[in-house]
């Protein structure tokens, strides 16, 4: 059995990640976001999106008091 997600537009990914509506679809076009094609229109299901936030994400150092030296 296929699990429904929720199949976004390109202009609604764009306002998700907060970019324009060519991020999304360079995306799409080299083929680094799942995408679904429903006749000629192209859907990305939201699982996607959050996957590439995940995959996308920075996590911030953790610096040890120990490993800071002082420069004379």
Not at 16 to 36: A, D, K, N
Request: hydrophobic share 45%; proline share 4%.
């Amino acid at each position: 059995m296929v699990s429904v997600d929720r199949l976004l537009t390109v202009q609604e990914v764009a306002e998700l990640l907060g970019t324009t509506v060519r991020f999304p679809r360079r995306l799409i076009e080299e083929r680094r976001i799942t995408f679904v094609k429903v006749g000629r229109h192209v859907r990305i299901p939201e699982s996607a999106v959050s996957a590439f936030i995940a995959q996308h994400t920075i996590r911030p150092m953790t610096v040890r008091a120990a490993g800071l030296r002082r420069v004379a």
